[in-house]
């Protein structure tokens, strides 16, 4: 069956780093369009960023631009989220998500489009 494995959350400080991880397996990797989510309490689930299956388009949420990065390496089924320059605001649980196709970011963008999700991995960010 599907599976996507997130790893790589942590407590950091405001300001600092931290780079998730998202391994996907049962699935042909390079056929889906991944996304990054993120949820936290109390809130509805917000988009944070997506990639395209060949990696050649990313779309991020004003929230986060210019400060993470998505990327995926086809050949070790993995999605990577590398988040700088940390705020508290930033404090969540993340989600990776698959979704398989070619699609533009109106689709890409809502968490209810993906087929597959992962468990989370939660991140802190202490002010």
């Known amino acids: 069956q599907v599976q996507l494995v997130e790893s790589g959350g942590g407590l950091e400080q405001t300001g600092g780093s931290l780079r998730l991880s998202c391994t996907a397996s049962?699935?042909?990797?390079?056929?889906?369009?991944m996304g990054w989510f993120r949820q936290a309490p109390g809130k509805e689930r917000e988009f944070v960023a997506t990639?395209?299956?060949?990696?050649?388009?990313?779309y991020y949420a004003d929230s986060v631009k210019g400060r993470f990065t998505i990327d995926r390496d086809n050949a070790k089924n993995t999605v990577s989220l590398q988040m700088n320059s940390l705020k508290p605001e930033d404090s969540a649980v993340y989600y990776c998500?698959?979704?398989?196709?070619?699609?533009?970011?109106?689709?890409?963008?809502?968490?209810?489009?993906?087929?597959?999700w992962g468990q989370g991995t939660q991140v802190t960010v202490s002010s």
């Open positions: 990639i395209s299956r060949s990696g050649t388009f990313k």
């Open positions: 049962g699935l042909t990797f390079s056929n889906y369009a």
């Open positions: 998500a698959g979704k398989r196709g070619v699609f533009g970011v109106s689709i890409l963008r809502v968490s209810n489009e993906y087929e597959y």
